[in-house]
């Protein structure tokens, strides 16, 4: 098992560009969701999904759209990056959303928007 | 609103010394309280969580709902525990909130 992957490592865009984070996972977990990490704020929830088809905003969705057409893939997108997006962006897993399960995380993405 | 504190950015103890991570929580409801681990250059892992009432790695964490608190403790510090931690908290609509973490330094 690869666990969740995350694609890119590291990503430099410049203001107005638009592009997808990726990630994936293949534990067949229903609930998948998207943090971004920024210096003194911790880990803020951006979008999640409780399955396929499946996906609602959480405490920071400006400015990120999400879907999810499988139980594997949870791209992230910026549709036109500014520079209060850089940041380090964790996908995470659970098998549902139940509270005995357990969240397991990507390595991350660092993003830098110029 | 929901909200998870950690007061404390830093903290270094002393090998073998108890430790203390102070994690104190906002929420309404009945709370889901979890402690998170990041080693150097290691994923964010669960490390435990309370309605398990578990001990992981020599780590304990009570809720306590009347001071609305979840620290982690653990009587006696490893180097090896030297890492950075968050505390979390599963609110409404599944949503999670983390704390601002606590990088931990265990001093040889």
């Known amino acids: 098992n690869a666990g969740v992957t995350q694609t890119p490592k590291f990503q430099v865009l410049k203001t107005g560009q638009s592009m997808t984070l990726q990630c994936a996972q293949d534990?067949?977990?229903?609930?998948m969701s998207w943090y971004r990490q920024d210096p003194g704020m911790g880990l803020r929830l951006i979008h999640y999904?409780?399955?396929?088809?499946?996906?609602d905003q959480g405490e920071v969705p400006n400015g990120y759209n999400v879907s999810r057409s499988t139980t594997e893939d949870f791209p992230l997108r910026l549709l036109s990056a500014a520079p209060s997006q850089t940041s380090v962006y964790f996908c995470?897993?659970?098998?549902?959303?139940?509270?005995?399960?357990?969240?397991?995380f990507g390595p991350g993405t660092r993003l830098t928007v110029l | 609103a929901q909200r998870v504190t950690q007061p404390e950015k830093l903290l270094s103890v002393f090998k073998g010394a108890p430790v203390e991570l102070k994690c104190n929580y906002s929420?309404?409801?009945?709370?889901?309280l979890f402690w998170y681990v990041q080693y150097s250059r290691q994923r964010l892992q669960l490390l435990l969580r309370?309605?398990s009432r578990e001990s992981i790695k020599g780590f304990t964490a009570d809720l306590n709902k009347g001071e609305t608190s979840f620290h982690l403790k653990k009587p006696f510090a490893q180097e090896e525990d030297s890492a950075m931690y968050y505390c979390?908290?599963?609110?409404?609509?599944?949503?999670?909130?983390f704390g601002t973490g606590t990088s931990l330094t265990v001093i040889p």
């Open positions: 309370h309605i």
């Open positions: 929420y309404s409801g009945s709370p889901e």
């Open positions: 995470a897993s659970s098998l549902d959303i139940g509270g005995y399960n357990e969240q397991f």
């Open positions: 534990m067949n977990h229903e609930y």
């Open positions: 979390a908290l599963r609110g409404p609509s599944n949503q999670f909130y």
């Open positions: 999904s409780v399955g396929a088809g499946i996906t």
